[in-house]
């Protein structure tokens, strides 16, 4: 290897010293510093959905918050009072599916995230349902998406 440099002009060493350097800028780059600035913005990308769904969270529970007096719960079975309270609030329900005789499992089409947690509220309040498990996610412009919602009657 010696050999072979010490065959090589100055101006071919130069050049061949310039082409490693490269190599290894563009090593170090492929090899650290991408990895690097793709391991931070996928945090912040997470920290972001994490920031997202406390705030939904927090609506949510600030909505439904009140443990007033049921004024028909069980007046109705579990289901019609989903179906029924969530046509009149105006959410269109995707699936509905049944968990148990006690609970019931849905899917929504998205809808206004204050449509939703007022329906939420009421169903609460006024019928005696509440929510076990909800999956949810910010949609646009201010709407969620209700992937899954478990209720069961208290």
Do not use: C
Not at 75 to 84: E, F, G, K, T, Y
Not at 131 to 141: C, L, N, S, W
């Amino acid at each position: 290897m010696s050999a072979w440099w010490n065959d090589l002009s100055a101006r071919e060493r130069m050049l061949v010293s310039v082409a490693g350097l490269l190599a290894g800028v563009l090593l170090l780059t492929l090899l650290i510093i991408r990895p690097l600035a793709a391991w931070s913005s996928a945090a912040d990308r997470k920290a972001t959905q994490a920031r997202d769904a406390y705030e939904l969270t927090a609506t949510a529970a600030a909505v439904a918050g009140s443990n007033s007096t049921n004024e028909t719960a069980g007046a109705s079975p579990l289901r019609q009072s989903v179906i029924s309270t969530a046509g009149s609030a105006g959410i269109e329900l995707v699936r509905i599916g049944s968990v148990s005789e006690a609970r019931i499992e849905i899917q929504t089409a998205p809808a206004d995230a204050d449509l939703m947690f007022t329906w939420l509220g009421d169903l609460e309040r006024h019928h005696g349902v509440s929510v076990v498990f909800a999956d949810m996610t910010r949609g646009d412009a201010g709407r969620v998406n209700a992937q899954i919602l478990v209720f069961e009657r208290r």
